[in-house]
């Protein structure tokens, strides 16, 4: 959850077969949309009626055992064949789950839809080692995902959020081949700063409190996890809402939550906890959290793409109330043409009013409008 935008930090600091519509025109310029959106629209979804249809399937990818959630093309049958391909990637600390509402949307607009849990997650292989969750080893499990679904002479659409969005951009650069187009959400695409270690560099502005800070030691917070509780960590995960830096005292992680006294959101259900409380009961949150701890091996590891540029289309879209959106520089970099000439091909930049972090569950439809009118351009 939040990996944000750890790798420009310095940089800030220093300076019509588918049966619908499309609802919006192409904007000629990639220029910060707006969109409003009023909370007391939110509304609950049925779970059931949305998962109707999912398939779940083990594959074997590039070593390890993946499990992927797959929604056929309505009236496709077994969902192969020529139907557009979109490949949502999660973030923390989420599962394919968090794609349901995509996956049952789109796939009834024609496209085969396609979620798997990333390395280390649900009920996809957890490594051991650290090292084994570096950008290089789970970008190699999508690339081999893309090959066993398109029998390896294809390139889908790609969808990202947080960590799936970092490893979407990771995926762009290396196998520009593999990506028809991107829609990504919450964290932009920051270039490698030569010059500045991540961790270190959070270390200095935030404090050793920061929770990508904190999640460095392994088995400290994974233990401090365990006293809290699975419910309550992933609770207050999931409703984070706050602008701002997440900080986690040694001992007193979540310590001046509410969130134990208050409802949860209605776009996000008792049974939706469950299900994630159940995965991360049963396999932990050591996998997730060795993502934060190869940000430091990651930077070392990209090192032969300094100055790489992102050469896919692209539409990003983020919530005004995402921290990342309000992270020092976001807006600037954003506004003042830096995204642009790093992602030379951003068609839009779109940023929803009222919305936070996980924008794509809190208002699915607006989401689901969104990626449809974008990738129906290429279609």
């Not at 400290?220 to 309550?232: D, N, R, S």
């Not at 960590?233 to 007193?252: A, D, I, R």
Request: glycine share 8%.
């Amino acid at each position: 959850m939040f990996v944000c935008r750890y790798l420009s930090l310095s940089r800030f600091q220093n300076h019509l077969p588918l049966r619908i519509r499309r609802f919006l025109g192409k904007n000629p310029n990639p220029m910060t949309h707006f969109s409003t959106f009023s909370e007391n629209q939110t509304k609950p979804h049925e779970k059931m009626s949305n998962l109707y249809g999912v398939e779940h399937k083990t594959l074997k990818v590039n070593g390890i055992n993946m499990h992927v959630a797959e929604k056929p093309a309505s009236g496709s049958g077994t969902g192969s064949g020529e139907d557009p391909i979109i490949l949502f990637i999660h973030g923390f600390p989420e599962l394919w789950y968090t794609w349901r509402h995509q996956m049952a949307a789109l796939s009834s607009l024609g496209y085969r839809t396609i979620a798997p849990d990333l390395r280390g997650y649900g009920d996809t292989d957890a490594p051991e080692k650290v090292e084994d969750y570096t950008y290089l080893n789970v970008v190699g499990d999508l690339v081999a995902l893309i090959n066993a679904v398109t029998d390896g002479d294809k390139a889908v659409f790609v969808v990202g959020h947080d960590w799936g969005a970092m490893l979407a951009w990771q995926l762009c650069q290396y196998r520009p081949d593999k990506v028809k187009a991107l829609v990504n959400m919450s964290v932009l695409f920051s270039p490698r700063n030569s010059e500045r270690v991540p961790v270190p560099t959070l270390r200095h502005i935030f404090g050793d409190d920061y929770y990508i800070c904190r999640f460095q030691k392994p088995g400290e917070i994974e233990a401090e996890f365990m006293k809290l509780g699975t419910e309550k960590v992933l609770k207050e995960f999931l409703t984070y809402k706050t602008p701002g830096p997440l900080h986690l005292p040694k001992g007193k992680c979540f310590e001046c939550s509410e969130n134990d006294a208050c409802a949860l959101p209605p776009w996000l259900t008792q049974e939706d906890l469950d299900y994630y409380v159940t995965k991360y009961d049963k396999k932990g949150f050591t996998g997730p959290i060795n993502y934060y701890r190869n940000i430091d091996r990651n930077w070392e590891l990209t090192a032969p793409w300094t100055g790489a540029k992102i050469h896919v289309p692209v539409k990003f879209i983020v919530g005004d109330q995402d921290l990342t959106y309000n992270f020092p520089g976001a807006k600037e970099y954003i506004n003042g043409g830096c995204f642009k000439r790093e992602v030379p091909l951003l068609d839009e930049t779109v940023v929803l009013k009222g919305l936070g972090h996980f924008l794509h569950e809190e208002d699915p439809d607006v989401i689901n409008q969104h990626i449809h009118s974008f990738f129906h351009k290429f279609l």
